[in-house]
């Protein structure tokens, strides 16, 4: 779960996991087209692993100043979603 809290109302938590995976979702469609099951299940997929990545880097006990390596395939959210 992706939850965001508004600056507008931070006591208040709201869950953006949907809308996460729905971007992601309309940007596969938009740009390779192809089985809207597979886009939403790939989407899933993506979204998991970041909140993968997130929870292991937040478990981490030290910090690494070394970056990250990362498959050929990954790219970051903003390079993902947006334009």
């Given at each position: 779960?992706?939850?965001?809290?508004?600056?507008?109302?931070?006591?208040?938590?709201?869950?953006?996991?949907?809308c996460?995976?729905?971007?992601?979702?309309?940007?596969?469609?938009?740009?390779?087209?192809?089985?809207?099951?597979?886009?939403?299940?790939?989407?899933?997929?993506?979204?998991?692993?970041?909140?993968r990545?997130?929870?292991?880097?937040?478990?981490?006990?030290?910090?690494?100043?070394?970056?990250?390596?990362?498959?050929?395939?990954?790219?970051?959210?903003?390079?993902?979603?947006?334009?």
């Open positions: 779960m992706v939850t965001i809290r508004p600056m507008a109302e931070p006591a208040r938590e709201l869950d953006v996991t949907e996460l995976i729905r971007a992601i979702e309309a940007e596969i469609a938009a740009r390779y087209g192809g089985n809207a099951v597979l886009n939403r299940l790939e989407a899933e997929g993506h979204v998991a692993r970041l909140l990545e997130t929870n292991l880097a937040s478990e981490s006990p030290t910090k690494s100043t070394k970056p990250r390596g990362r498959s050929p395939r990954a790219s970051t959210i903003s390079e993902e979603i947006l334009p």
